[in-house]
């Protein structure tokens, strides 16, 4: 089946500091690729969604200059988490659809940051 | 009222029980409804995915749809310690807008 690959699994990083994780659609093609944070015991978020060539779309709330998303390739979307706070301790999840625009979407195992 | 609604459990269950899960949602312009399940730490995966009303069976897991209701099942035949998970509903309103997820269900099965 479809595979989305995220990397890195988990990170610790400092108060201050950026970070960047990547989600690689492995057997597939993405056009768009969808950015969730997950709070524990809370449901997924939609962040962004990240548009191969073009401008990521941020959801209400979401601050884009904070969430830097760049989507260079078809199989590769990567998301900075920039001057970053205990706060934005979350898991990110990414996910893309690997066929029509109807088909479902397939998620990566998430990146589980803390920041310190 | 929220858009979709999802008891978070927890649900206990033994070994062998048949598990029903639900999700009711208010909007009824949602057409696209899927099922997730997410092992602790892990991220989600795909279950069932089905499009307006009826049923759909996959192995042990039936997914069913009432739209009239809005209101949406997942339930789990033979139910094994590994189904120990949260099972998350998802739907959009068309194939291509984002998914409104449903707050999960955490179950665990014991043996």
């Known amino acids: 089946g479809a595979v989305v690959s995220q990397h890195p699994s988990w990170v610790i990083c400092k108060s201050g500091t950026s970070v960047k994780i990547e989600c690689r659609s492995l057997?597939?093609?993405?056009?768009?690729m969808f950015w969730y944070r997950q709070f524990p015991k809370q449901s997924l978020m939609l962040m962004a969604t990240?548009?191969?060539?073009?401008?990521?779309?941020?959801e209400q709330g979401v601050e884009k200059d904070k969430f830097l998303i760049n989507h260079a390739s078809l199989t590769l979307s990567t998301l900075t988490v920039t001057s970053a706070h205990p706060e934005d301790s979350s898991f990110y999840i990414c996910?893309?659809?690997?066929?029509?625009?109807?088909?479902?979407?397939?998620f990566g195992n998430g990146t589980r940051l803390t920041v310190t | 009222q929220k858009e979709v609604e999802q008891d978070p459990g927890p649900l206990s269950v033994p070994e062998g029980a048949i598990v029903s899960l639900n999700c009711t949602y208010s909007?009824?312009?949602?057409?696209?409804f899927m099922w997730y399940r997410q092992y602790s730490r892990k991220g989600p995966e795909l279950l069932m995915y089905?499009?307006?009303?009826g049923n759909k069976e996959d192995g042990r897991f039936t997914a069913q749809v009432d739209k009239s209701s809005k209101y949406i099942s997942l339930f789990i035949r033979d139910s094994q310690p590994s189904d120990s998970a949260t099972y998350l509903c998802?739907?959009?309103?068309?194939?291509?807008?984002?998914?409104?997820f449903g707050k999960g269900t955490r179950l665990s099965v014991i043996a």
């Open positions: 996910s893309a659809r690997a066929g029509a625009h109807n088909s479902p979407l397939h």
């Open positions: 057997d597939f093609q993405a056009t768009t």
């Open positions: 990240s548009n191969e060539g073009s401008k990521a779309t941020y």
């Open positions: 909007n009824s312009a949602f057409q696209y």
């Open positions: 089905t499009y307006s009303s």
């Open positions: 998802a739907m959009s309103l068309s194939g291509n807008t984002p998914l409104v």
